[in-house]
């Protein structure tokens, strides 16, 4: 089911690789502005332009993590009221059983421990890690998209995917250094 | 003379900036990969290696003697129950402080200047945490009996953990602490695993690393997420970091024992512990940079930067003692006076002039700026300041407790062979842990470096 798309052949995408990251946000919003929308590109650090120029929307990152840090508060809580005014009461020195201050430190560290763990994991779910194989790394310079260079990256799976026009259009940016096909 | 002008103010641009300039992106990444990837290992990379292992292999000996006879090995007893162990807790848990004040509360507040020190100071943390959490465990005599009474799971005997309890809250902080800073570490190191994974040379390098990378590709998608997950991790380790001394503070201060029973302890602690954190981050990085001719990431600025944050934060630990001094008298409550007296005068008077003398007088010649510019004195006074904290939780815990209530329960205490073989075994995991870090990791965040390199060189487009 990987043949999607207009008449595309088997291949992951078209790539163009670039030296500036001017020029990869440059491409970036050239290649949306024609409607291409499966498009990912590649940089040796976060450039907040880049996603822009991608249309990519806010992550839902934040509001996960704001209910796993009210999981964490809740939960810690309930369980430090469950044990020690319900399932084991004890009577220390005479203090209620539900002494609510006391309970104040340990429920503040479950939220942020909880809150914690879901940003971790979290980001690694919402960018598909772990991911033993991706067909980018077939392209012999893309090692050096964590060194100094630039991608692009137009997925064959966009609708309006065609492999030569599509080719034509990344080798026609400004600045391009060179255009490959990735294969899957 | 003619040339003197030019290079004087060169000069003085070196030392503001952040980064030597010439650097791209290219360079920075080969300099500090290289650093994790080299196949010959230095000669002195393996002395210390190798004196860091014997050292821990003293902790482990402590421990199996330790186990096999009991905690009364080491010095502790009636009314000092508290001795050595809980000192170095302190002091451990204090240095890895500064870890996460660096790598969270200075991103918070866009310090660029963190950027090169923030990956070895996380580092610092965990491995502070690890040699501070073996003490409280080891102190409890019988660690796996002690697991009922200190984690909430439900056992067979039914029994819960007493939440009203600040030794409680301890095992939260700590073991939360410890969690997150190790959360935060690896997720800072994705990027530069894959960047080392791409330049490995070796197939197995290459599997070890890209397993550690788990297929991190630098997409834009992944950057995206990325920042934010970065982002809300500092937001949530600040208050993490403020509190987990305050609770560390609060074993001391929710109990009656004159000397402990203080509400300045919570700030206090705090600046303490990032007082000695960046101690430790100077004793660490000054001996690091030169090892590996790091001098054009790690500049002076970044070592004064650290020698002023040092300056502050002792000014308020200096105040903290001065207040100590002025409530103990100005309460006139008779055990506090006396204990303040028994302080200053009393048998263990040396270690408190001593604690004056590292903590309170040494670092005001940071003040000074030819002695903050001065890698050999930084690295010094980083040293005293070490030695300062560990003699101001001696003074707070031994010398409180030494002098009960009722003349009849004095005593004396002094740490016995144990106590030092734990110690310097404690040291020795560290820096074995330490050694094994700054081979194999890169010890700059190498993404982190790219940011902050000027537009012209690849930088970040500014808009």
């Known amino acids: 089911m990987r043949r999607r798309g207009t008449g595309t052949p088997d291949i992951h995408g078209v790539m163009a690789e670039f030296n500036t990251p001017h020029d990869v946000v440059e491409a970036a919003h ?52 469950w044990s020690a ?16 201050p006391a309970f104040v430190v340990p429920t503040f560290d479950g939220t942020i421990l909880f809150a914690s763990l879901t940003a971790v994991l979290g980001v690694l779910a919402l960018n598909g890690l772990p991911e033993p194989y991706h067909p980018v790394f077939n392209v012999p310079t893309f090692a050096l998209a964590s060194r100094d260079k630039f991608f692009l990256c137009i997925e064959a799976r966009d609708p309006k995917f065609d492999r030569d026009k599509t080719r034509d259009l990344l080798r026609a940016l400004p600045g391009v250094v060179d255009v490959v096909e990735v294969e899957h | 003379m003619a040339e003197h002008a030019p290079s004087a103010k060169r000069i003085q641009s070196e030392t503001d900036a952040l980064i030597a300039p010439g650097h791209t992106l290219a360079s920075i990444t080969e300099k500090i990969a290289s650093l994790a990837l080299k196949r010959r290992t230095p000669l002195g990379w393996f002395v210390g290696f190798g004196i860091s292992f014997l050292l821990l292999q003293a902790l482990l000996y402590t ?6 006879k009991g905690v009364g090995v080491w010095g502790i007893n009636v009314p000092v129950g508290w001795g050595f162990d809980i000192i170095n807790l302190v002091w451990w848990i204090g240095i890895g402080h500064a870890g996460t004040l ?107 690393y890209g397993m550690a990378a788990m297929g991190w590709r630098g997409s834009a998608r992944h950057w995206h997420n990325y920042e934010s997950a970065y982002l809300l991790l500092a937001g949530l380790a600040t208050p993490l970091v403020i509190s987990v001394h305050t609770v560390v503070s609060l074993d001391f201060a929710a109990g009656v ?3 402990w029973h203080a509400t300045i302890f919570p700030p206090y602690f705090v600046a303490g512990a990032i007082y000695a954190g960046f101690a430790m981050v100077l004793t660490l990085s000054i001996p690091l940079r030169k090892a590996y001719g790091l001098e054009d990431f790690i500049t002076m600025k970044h070592l004064e930067n650290m020698a002023k944050v040092m300056l502050a934060t002792g000014l308020i630990v200096a105040y903290g003692y001065t207040m100590e001094a002025f409530m103990a008298w100005y309460s006139g409550n008779p055990y506090e006076k006396f ?25 005001n010649l940071l003040w000074i700026k030819n002695l903050r510019t001065n890698t050999t004195f930084l690295f010094l006074i980083s040293l005293v300041v070490g030695v300062g904290m560990w003699l101001e939780r001696f003074v707070i815990i031994p010398v409180s407790l030494h002098r009960d209530f009722l003349p009849s329960s004095w005593g004396s205490y002094a740490g016995t062979r144990y106590d030092w073989s734990a110690f310097l075994g404690t040291i020795g995991l560290f820096l074995t842990l330490f050694f094994l870090f700054i081979r194999f990791m890169p010890v700059i965040s190498i993404f982190e470096m790219r940011t902050i390199l000027p537009e012209g060189e690849g930088g970040e487009p500014k808009s």
């Not at chain 1, 332009?49 to 209910?67: D, I, T």
């Not at chain 1, 840090?69 to 810690?76: K, R, S």
């Open chain 2, 339 to 363: 204990m303040m007296a028994n302080r200053m005068g009393g048998p263990y008077a040396v270690f408190y002039w001593l604690l004056i003398l590292c903590n309170v007088l040494a670092p």
């Open chain 2, 257 to 259: 024992i004159p000397g």
């Open chain 1, 30 to 81: 050239r290649v949306h502005a024609q409607g291409y929308r499966k498009v990912d590109a590649y940089s040796p650090y976060p450039i907040e332009e880049l996603s822009h120029a991608l249309g990519f929307h806010h992550s839902p990152l934040p509001l996960l993590v704001l209910l796993g840090g009210i999981f964490g508060l809740v939960a810690v809580y309930g369980l430090q009221y």
């Open chain 1, 85 to 100: 005014v319900i399932e084991y009461p004890m009577n220390i020195g005479g203090r209620p059983l539900h002494s609510w």
């Open chain 2, 63 to 68: 421990l199996a003697v330790l186990l096999f």
């Open chain 2, 102 to 208: 660096i790598s969270a509360i200075l991103l918070l507040l866009r310090q660029d200047w963190r950027t090169s020190i923030n990956r070895f100071a996380e580092a610092m943390t965990l491995f502070a945490v690890a040699c501070a959490v073996i003490f409280p465990v080891f102190h409890t005599g019988r660690p796996w009996l002690a697991a009922y009474w200190l984690f909430p799971y439900p056992n067979t005997m039914g029994l819960w953990p007493n939440f009203r309890s600040p030794l409680i809250w301890d095992v939260f902080a700590i073991s939360t602490y410890g969690t997150v800073s190790a959360l935060f570490w690896y997720v800072g190191l994705i990027p530069d695993m894959a960047t080392l994974r791409d330049r490995a040379k070796s197939k197995a390098w290459k599997i070890v």
